[in-house]
């Protein structure tokens, strides 16, 4: 079971932040990635046709043998994590439930601002999380839907990003918040534009980061590291080479194998 | 043959601008609609998984007996026109052609700008229509892949899409062009933005008018026009409710048939 790939998927770009931290982290673990690129953004499709997204592709990875799968995207993570859960043969890692110990580490916030796509938004999830760990806290939340196609367009310190940065987080930061979550894996390679534009005292934590945090510590935990050579196997439902590309560069190293595979 | 419905797809909203212009001009046709938001946007989607789906709708389609076909998006005009010809029962009209006889009828336009998405403006299926229609006619495009999702956020006359749209124009306008096409069936929701920020003697001409005018000439020549009560159907591969929301808003009526489906 150490031996076994980690399994990691999203709709697109997004579920690299996660896997780039992984790999930094935990040298001698192989992954098996799947970007459902076909059917990227997540963010403005239903929750029903995102179950069917999910269901086909956790059947995947768990026929890959894999030891652990995170769901690297937001979205998935607070729509449908319990059908996962459920279809699952292996724990499923998703990027939201991590808050949970950060914010009992972290007492001291008490405005908290979560950013992330309509249906992430929409789906309360941080909300019920939030509240559920501390009723004290006075949540603020803002659907941000332009993001992901800025920075699947490599536009994401481009002015085009920092007007719609503005746009987004003005109403947010008029609410005196001091903890600012990014709820989307994708919003870690905007976060620069984002500093740029809300005030020095405001903390900004990934979900990207959380998420990593509580892999390396579940598998700790468990006895489950790996100490064998590296392996990364990336399957994607639209076009390789793009996505390989894509990969490349924001991995900055060479990925090989990268196939297309339709999922019924 | 006359009392079959005309059939009508694109991935998403963009498609119902060439379906108002229809309904306008032809009363007593009925429609058979459908919008792949399971898989919108097309525009950076690999032409290999376009050819899928679109290999899909024109056998739903035609299973419908429609009397023809309305490709109403650039992006499955520019990169499956033919194998969508070669596959359906029923006439294709794509809406990209319809442009040859526009430049044929207004020879005066010798500098010509087209916008699109990545793969739209990527196929050069414009160029090849131009340079065979006129081979004096100068040709710039530029893909403008932020307008979809800005349009699909509803955000066409937000300061974002006023910025984001003299990005991309910018250039344009400096090779003095004397005729912009708007080469997706999205942007004619943007066109007042775009109307804006760009000199007055420049003309603009959208694709969804044109292939409109296309077909309303082909149903009349071929005494193909319906004289019966009209009925409007519309399919979607994702959740309905939204998509018939939008439908309503932007066809100015109520909408009652809106169904999901999804093909294989």
Known sequence: MKKASIGIFDSGLG???????????????????????AH???????PASIKEFTTAIIKFLNSHSVKLIIVACNTASAVAIKEMQRQ??????????????????????????????????????YDHLIE?????????????????????????NHQIAK??????LNDLIKHNIDLLILG????????????KIIPENITIIDSATLATDSVISYLKTNKLLNNTARQINIYVSDEPKQFQKQTEKYLGQPISNVEKIILK
Chains 1, 2 share one sequence.
């Open 132 to 156: 559920n760990t501390n009723s004290e806290i006075t949540i603020f939340s803002k659907a941000c839907p332009l993001f992901v196609p800025i920075i699947e367009e490599g536009l994401e």
């Open 40 to 46: 990227v953004p997540y963010g403005n499709k239903s």
């Open 163 to 168: 007007i719609t940065a503005k746009e987004y």
């Open 15 to 37: 579920g690299l932040t996660v896997m780039k931290q992984l790999i930094h982290h935990l040298p001698n673990e192989s992954f098996i990635f799947f970007g459902d690129t």
């Open 88 to 125: 699952s043969q292996v724990p499923i890692v998703g990027v939201i439930n991590p808050l949970k110990s950060y914010l009992q580490a972290n007492p001291q916030y008490l405005r908290i601002a979560v950013i992330g796509t309509q249906n992430t938004v929409k789906s309360k999830a």
């Open 184 to 195: 989307c894996t994708h919003y870690p390679i905007i976060k620069n534009t984002i500093k």
